[in-house]
């Protein structure tokens, strides 16, 4: 399995310029909303045109623009899951399915008589636990259970790369966790190129073995979960892997960095590279110092003032006023509240002395 894409297109007011290798794994196309996520995968399965470029599946070249190589969408052997399922609304599920094997062209892909035909369309529901729904139509199901046709029509169809549009974002989580589960049960037994959009970090660890982070149009870095976890190369990458608390840095010295937007200097105990633009602080790397009281000094604690809290079904989101710095600047903090008595949970208006983990703060040059 591979794949290869390297494309450029040009908008009035976008510009996307994709460089993308993947081998037999799970990709996971991870950026906010804009960044060029969806045109990537449309320019794959044919339905947009880059300007210029190359996109190559498993040997087969679908757009070359040196060559003049442009295959249509029904030409290239790669189907495109949508949240909104896309079923043909006059065809019951069984249909459905069928009529995505007859959109398959020679040389792949499973064709044979029609009874032949429907018994495969069966086994594709049967392995999304929809075979009961086969002689229903669209207009008689579950958004769910309409996703769940659409899955089985795709891999139905048997084509080389399969990509995925936040396929379950209009799904309530218990069901988009039922068919994540699913999806991977899939994985385990088919070798095929797949390339998932998500802007959900946990969504894309869950499904995918590399995550490539999009912003403006390019691929900023890529890399396993964990990798992109431990050491962001980009403001976007920390932000995308859920580090909600970034801030414009400078350098003060060779292991000290200022965070500018908030008035707070962190001794990182490494080397800080001379051009780092921005420093990123997880939630979770943010404890009370129990060792100091409010006023004492203290290498990376500081005295915060909470200015609200918000309480989820476990944790409480407290958001804290940096020394310096206005509302937009606050620092999120998550304290577990299982365990823990509700007079020890920090209260708005306290100050309260935290230490923040600087061996663990992130540094990024861009
Ligand atoms: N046909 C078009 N004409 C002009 N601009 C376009 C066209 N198609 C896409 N764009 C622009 O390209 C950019 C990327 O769009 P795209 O749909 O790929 O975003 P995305 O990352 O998938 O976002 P979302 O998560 O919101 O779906 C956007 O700024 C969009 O406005």
Redesign the pocket.
Known sequence: MSLDVDIRKR????E?DVQLQAGSERVALL?A????????LRCIAGVETPDEGRIVVDGITFFDSCAGVNLSPQERACALLFQNYQLFLHMTAEENVCAGMRDVQSGWGMRGPAHDARRRARSFLQIFGVAELAERYPAQMSGGQQQRVALARMLAAGPQILMFD?PFSALDSYLKSALEQTLLDVFSVIDRNVLY?S?DIDEACRLCDRICV?HN?RIEESGTAHELLARPQTLAGMRLTGCKNTSRARRVSATEVEALDWGMTFDVGREVPSDVAYVGVRARHIHRDHERRVGERGRNSFDVRVARVSDSRFERLVLLDPPLGDARSRIQWKVDMVDVSRDELPREGETLRLHFDASKILLVSR
């Open positions: 908008y009035d007011d976008f996307l950026g909303s804009g960044c060029g996520k969806s045109l990537t936040e959009v802007h999009m149009g």
